[in-house]
């Protein structure tokens, strides 16, 4: 099972453009990366996810390099509503027996 | 709105009682995970059920167990309450076994006094 290490907390701005990065640096061939937002009080929700270099969706931006042993999660133009915790996750995608680890995650705070 | 469903919602018992918490998954989703949340903790994963079988164990106390049922709703039964067990309990689901995507539930906030 892969470990991952983020930092602890963010700080930013409203209208910036906000990078988390984790690193997990025994990731296995069949593993993906999987990013989560979390609100005081309420479950996490699913962000995005990658296997490897770029993905992209309406909320945010995946880079992932070829070495695959950390991943940066991009938010661009950030709000105060983005204020959270994100979780960085990595697993094998399909097989069983997978014990997920969320990990303390990065509380990010937004300022105006 | 993830789809699933956790009930009840808030629960306030004394020490040494047991509780247990429901949980209905996703439409079509075969697995259900169990997740402890202290105040200002992160999540901690206590199991996995697939298909009404256990996949996966975290740190789950001998104190708490699960199931899943035919129907794929689960249940996480907590016994010998301590107050130290008080905390948010998630639920999630997915459609595959291992690291898919998981679609939590709004939790269920247990209070032990």
């Known amino acids: 099972l892969a470990k991952t290490t983020q930092p602890i907390s963010m700080d930013s701005y409203e209208g910036q453009e906000v990078n988390i990065t984790c690193s997990h640096n025994n990731i296995a061939t069949n593993d993906y990366i999987t990013w989560y937002q979390q609100f005081p009080s309420q479950g996490p929700r699913f962000i995005i996810q990658g296997y490897k270099t770029k993905v992209t969706n309406e909320v945010a931006s995946l880079f992932i390099p070829a070495d695959r042993k950390s991943s940066t999660l991009s938010l661009p133009r950030v709000s105060l509503s983005d204020t959270a915790v994100y979780y960085c996750l990595v697993g094998d995608r399909y097989t069983g027996g997978f014990k997920t680890i969320f990990g303390a995650g990065t509380r990010l705070f937004v300022k105006a | 709105d993830s789809g699933v469903t956790q009930t009840p919602k808030h629960l306030i018992t004394a020490t040494g009682q047991r509780v247990t918490l429901r949980c209905s998954p996703r439409s079509g989703d075969l697995s259900v995970y169990w997740y402890q949340q202290s105040l200002d903790q992160g999540l901690q994963f206590l199991i996995q059920y697939y298909n009404g079988e256990e996949r996966a164990k975290g740190n789950i106390l001998e104190r708490f167990s699960a199931q899943q049922f035919p129907d794929l709703h689960s249940e996480l039964n907590l016994s010998s309450l301590e107050l130290g067990d008080s905390a948010l309990y998630f639920c999630?689901?997915?459609?595959?076994?291992?690291?898919?995507?998981?679609?939590f539930g709004p939790g269920t906030r247990l209070t032990v006094l």
């Open positions: 999630a689901s997915s459609a595959l076994a291992g690291t898919d995507t998981q679609y």
